[in-house]
């Protein structure tokens, strides 16, 4: 079989040797939501997932499948649950979904968890899931597991966003479906881009608060929120780069790995 | 970009295109679970997405993302949560989650959804959750929506298990990580499975009642229930043609395409 | 005061002596579901708590109240939830009943559970219930509760089958309102069984998926699945004898009584 | 078959037609819980079952399945959890369950349902429980759906109360396992009372406030919170005419029937 | 800085300091709820909040910030959800606060917390929510928590209510927006009464059942279900001083104050 | 009477009024947290209610009751839950109460409600209530209810932040106890302050992940994240003008008052 840093494709014994071994567990969240008229629906699974496979070699841990639905889309970061395709969870069953996997890894006896996220919407109700996990698992007597949670994109080197936006970074809320995703996305899944359809219509301009019902016209129609021209694969890979020197370093850290 | 029968893999133009015209959405249910020494424990993922994915280019339909965590394994059908590795989700958790995306997707106007079950347990938390969505949707307005929900494995034909088990069929819960999953990885997925590791301690012998908690060799130490001796790539081939046939056919009678 | 089998029927000094002394409870799972034309809507709830009465009687336990509103009807099992009077409860709740209900006993000082459930669709929440309760009680430093779950219509020889169904037994889930159900109510309870009733639109063709909502017409009207016509209390009388022997059986075997 | 006022001794067409000629539905709420060395623990099943049953044949209604776990006990009103017996569901799965119910009933058709308490600490959580249900079901289009909620304890005269406390009445809560119970119990089932095993150790002196968690002594040892002195069945039918007498009128009253 | 009485007040690390010395905790319910034409709708948050100022300041105690949203409100003892302005709670969404507060006050050390309830609804709600936070409490290891739960106005003497009722007490559930709300109010907040606008239109007289839905005309249109003529401050320093009295003198004969 | 902004100081015919002319709503949303030694725990809500109360004032509203207990506080963003006095709730329970008030205001007939946050972490479970209350109110046949929901911090201009910080504005999140909140108290309850307790162990320097459990030392002891070093009521006063204004001129441009 396959030597592989994926947690599904081992074998049950394979995976109770590493957990025996202290292996770090990453779990990767991502959803399935728009992206644009030039991208896939996958973004927020690729990209997290990638950046998970390439920590998990450098640090010598194992991934876990990522979670492909998540927290509902915001039209002020995500566009919005409006665009067809972007198929969500409410927030408490997102919470019970990295809930019930923290404590089922804990309870095989796991006891480091890297839990990367990939889409920014999941970044909170993440928080409670693992909080709610860290509760019943006490409850449990599991009273050593640890687990870091981090955003991927929060790794990255104030050089790498200078040399990306010699304009200024516009933020990372707005940088959903724009020039940092596409870039990733292009080193990683190329065949899922399509750089002749990045829309022109961006960056949104939002008003510093939600409205109920969302209305029309509140962002960009394309679901690009700032803008993707430019994106190229090098961009990604300096990006890329970045994440996973970055996160391995701070795994390293907190496991002493 | 690439044509794709996978809705992640689509832009939301494209999927909104499609749903204008009608399209089936199959879901694969599936879960993380040991699949004896032998196979990766991404068997319940990998075979419901290669179902879903055969079928739905034969009827023209798309995939959605295959749900990676399902309902807890059960020591009589899956060997059990006992097991290292064996990812899962409370029943209400699993239901929450099929909810939901129905739900959201019946909400960005999909009216055909075929639910299809690759993880023994996922059968009756996965019968739930489409209720629930069902009834969601109905007071939301929608009132066509129409979900078709099955295990693929019953769709097989009698000439087929005869072929398969010239002794007998043992009969589905005992097919865990045996003869029919092995042979379908096989035919999937080769580097996943490796048949020197096929273990000799099966078949299963349970009785008629569930025990909490799980006494220690209640199944076989192996995690696999049945026997896998025999599996090939061509049996495989056999199941799935088989499979993809007949699941097709009831959905065109179904949904009339 | 009577003596009684039954946990209700007891002052609370009585039951407390017995869960003293170990007493194994048993808890019956019902329902309150259409059994065709020709039988009462309590058959779930006659049955089990017959079989319960009587096991519990052979080892020395007592039954606990039955739960009268179960688990919702699937039209492949039990006709569905569309015929009046089937009056049921989601998932969530069911399991929520039986995880209260094992806590409230584990509390109690009750250690020995047998959890007999009298309708198909029970099984699956049910499961889910007393595993919820096992992790409560755990939680709760009760370490040493045990718990065995089982349907009892899986209590029955092959002979008995063999001579009850000279042309071939049609499986469990056709059954309902058939011939097994049938010849036991004519046992138990024989005023609410009606043998001029008896329809004759069955047995069901079920094709090997569920359809939602539910169509017209996919199963018989009348409710029945199978076949009820050659019921007898004769027949009821061999099913009991196996229920009840081969459930005392299993009960000694696990419970040393 | 036999005639019966219970819903679930009727076979499904049996209870269609009488939904078609808008026939009242009672459900009675009950639990498993200790009342006194002197009696059963199905006290709360027993009498508001035997008042529905009474009330539901002089009005021409029928008698749904006694819920026969309820909410917990409290140590004011029912001597607490603390007593070996009193088996118990959370608030929350009690209020879903009376709403389960009720959603059911009123998706057959039925628009006349009468809650019949027969458990003093099920009252707010079947005030819930119908609130829940009442709101499902107006999002579910039915809005004609009617429901009466009551203890049957307070549809007593003056008279009464005078004629069977001569020294002044101690108050509902008060009442737990003592006269007014005992003499119904005396009424509808003797052989579950046994007036030799009468407490002498009441009537309960309770501060007016609650203690979690229960102080040892806080309460009766015996689990009789007055005195079951002087019960009879007569007194039992004396009661019992009232409460069957009142309810029936308001009933009447309500549903113009 | 202020001394105060009120935790929220308080700096955490005076608050620290005070549960190092084993400081009770007073937590008052209200809820918003219309309480007559002639009061505002914060009457079941002042009087609490009042009561427990007082009661905190005699024994040496702390006040948590009072609950302002509490369970809906019944038609017999507060007018019921259908007056504009009452803004409620559902059932379960009340327990869970009250059990995450006690819990997350459990968590910081205290271990002596008194339940304040003003709002009549609130009653039962709470008692779930206290024996939830006792039960993770204790699976969380914290096994000397010490709960006092209170309704205020059961706190006051034979002679006092003699003193306002010349004529008898009409009973507390009647009480709600009558003379004794009102008068606590004159005493407290007089800018939020004006006695000019007190209705005329009481005291209710209910049917000793609910009716859902509400009927037109079920209680009095002012929502006064009693009287609330004669309301005096003086009469509310007689009642407030038999709280205050009352409650600390239990609390000090419970936690040893 | 007093003429009152605060919604729970009418009465509610006054309240009725208001609805029935279309009154915009204001739901301050707090907690109850460390803010340092050198403020009181309830800036959280104090602040929030401030502003409400004034932007009510400017465009014609009420303010309805802050509620006083929010999410759980993050280590990164408020010291976290480690800190005494800082009582919380889970995100679920948050979201819960978030959804009835709304609804319960929608059921009342108000369709305007700005929902203004004063607790960092509760900006996302307030999202998904919100939510919630507008599906579950779209169902209950409301469809015109109109949300606004915002955090007050994020309506300040350029040229207030660089008065302000001349040095270069810390961002949000490290805001917590610091300058800002603290000069907004000075203005607003400059009792609740003690500049000489003002700490010098910050600014905090947080990594981009959390942890749990949170490791000693992750924070500043003193649980002030940025310096609250040269805060006063006047700086107090420029931002709380920023708020005002800028809040009542999104309302205004909303709400079209």
Known sequence: MVESVFMAELTWPEFADKVKEGVIVFLPLGTTEQHGPHMAMNVDVVLPTGVCERVARAVGGI???TIPYGYKSQPRSGGGEGFPGTTSLDANTFSLVVRDIIR??????????????????NCWPSVEGVDLAMRELRRDGVTDM?????????????DTLDQL???????????????????LMLLLRPDLVDMDKVPDDG???FPTYDLYP???????ASGVLARAQGSSAEKGRLLMDD????????????FGV
């Open 104 to 121: 089922s890894l804990g309870t095989d006896g796991v006891r480091k968890v890297v839990v990367v996220n990939g889409h920014f919407e």
């Open 243 to 254: 994440h996973v020197e970055r996160i391995a370093s701070a795994v390293r850290a907190e």
């Open 165 to 183: 936006f010699p304009d200024g970074f516009p933020g990372t809320e707005l940088e959903h479906a724009s020039l940092l995703e596409t870039s």
């Open 63 to 65: 991934v876990a499948p």
């Open 146 to 158: 640890k687990v870091m949670r981090l955003e991927y994109w929060d790794f990255v080197g104030r």
């Open 203 to 205: 960056p949104a301009k």
């Open 214 to 220: 969302v209305p029309d016209g509140f962002g960009p």
